[in-house]
């Protein structure tokens, strides 16, 4: 006797939705085929596609009208995302399959596709076996912690460990920090719970919940697995299951960041800077692009010379009680650094000389500090 089919009809923009998420926990360098596949999982009125690299799942449920019996197969996980994505913006996609059968069939509008299948037995599922750490953090605050800070993750492989941002409880709150050795950023995310270890988030993963949670909303339940080796955020239709970096973040990382210091500050429009550093940097030549900032009684001016382009200079009024000072930033560190602090106006702490490392920070406060080093004179 045949097996009975199950059918799902997906309104298009979900099925498209789900299909790129799911999709892009895939790395592109998969050395196994099935790693290509998605999980497809229709039943009780709902479809869910999940997809794995085996170092991070993503797993999203959409509304469905199901018929028949459960649907649980893979399939092509670029094939389907490009398929829902070329089809009518208004349509509806109709998927139904057949226990044992070789093909998903699709209907799309006007067009019909079988596409090839892996039963789901052969696709590895991430196991993940909750512990007692766990906190919940609001969707716009953990995403803003992330995109704030990945700025200044590493990517240097030999330091494996500095390639993510860390999750920190310290002094009752859990902060997002990372660095690449050169600058560092730090964030205030949320109240911490009674016990929480250090943690690294792979960059990889930040990348996907920056994404994700753009536009998000609700809480979110960070949760660590029994080992502490793997880390499931969950919220709404989401759940997203990655492995942890396995190392040690410097413990030192707090001993970098420059006390405030009243006597030792400029307060610049955020805005007017790093529009300043983005055009008097065109100025800049090499491959380590070079901006010079120069302090003095009521403005900073940013100059910016190469003997290819020219030379560029631009002056900006800021509240600075400094004597005059000269010191150079890699263009790119200091125009990050800038925006991560997402503020009207940075307030900037410097050392006594030119090679102190220098704290950013919204002059209205908000839990963000970053950390910059300036290159030697």
């Known amino acids: 006797m045949a097996s009975k089919k199950g059918a799902a009809i997906v309104d298009r923009e979900h099925m498209l939705r789900a299909a790129l998420v799911a999709s892009s926990a895939q790395s592109g360098k998969d050395m196994i085929p099935i790693l290509g596949n998605m999980l497809v999982e229709a039943s009780a009125e709902q479809l869910a596609l999940t997809g794995t690299d085996m170092d991070v799942a993503v797993r999203l449920i959409v509304p469905a009208r199901c018929e028949g019996e459960p649907i649980e197969t893979t399939v092509s996980a670029k094939r389907l995302a490009a398929l829902a994505g070329s089809s009518d913006d208004d349509c509806e996609i109709r998927l139904s399959h057949a226990a044992g059968a070789r093909d998903l069939e699709m209907i799309a509008g006007r067009s019909r596709y079988k596409l090839p299948v892996t039963p789901r037995a052969d696709f590895p599922l991430m196991s993940f076996d909750p512990g007692p ?3 919940m953090v609001s969707s716009s605050a953990l995403g803003s912690s992330l995109s704030r800070c990945a ?3 590493g990517d240097n492989v030999a330091r494996y460990y500095l390639c993510g941002t860390s999750l920190i409880a310290l002094d009752g709150a ?3 920090v990372a660095t690449d050795g050169n600058i560092l950023a730090r964030l205030t995310m949320c ?6 270890p250090t943690v690294i988030l ?3 993963l930040t990348v996907l919940l920056i994404r994700i949670l753009k536009d998000g909303a609700g809480d979110v339940a960070v949760t660590l697995d029994a080992e502490g080796k793997r880390i499931r955020f969950e919220w709404g239709c989401w759940t997203i299951t990655s492995k942890l970096i396995d190392g040690q973040f410097p413990s030192a990382w707090s001993q970098i960041i420059p006390a405030p210091d009243p006597d030792r500050q400029v307060v610049v429009d955020a805005g007017t800077l790093e529009r300043a550093v983005r055009r008097v940097g065109e100025m800049a030549e090499g491959k380590t692009r070079i901006i010079e900032m120069l302090l003095s009684a009521d403005r900073v001016t940013m100059r910016c010379q190469s003997i290819e382009a020219g030379f560029g200079e631009e002056d900006l009024p800021a509240a600075c009680g400094l004597e005059d000072m000269t010191l150079r930033f890699v263009i790119h560190q200091l ?3 800038v925006s991560a602090a997402s503020g009207d106006s940075v307030r900037m702490t410097f050392g006594a000389d030119g090679r102190a490392n220098v704290r950013v920070e919204p002059e209205a406060g908000g839990g963000f500090v970053g950390v910059l080093q300036p290159l030697n004179l």
């Open 133 to 135: 750490c766990t906190f």
């Open 151 to 153: 700025f200044a993750e």
């Open 174 to 176: 859990i902060f997002a």
């Open 191 to 196: 109240d911490a719970p009674s016990e929480w």
């Open 202 to 204: 792979p960059s990889k």
């Open 335 to 337: 125009r990050d650094i």
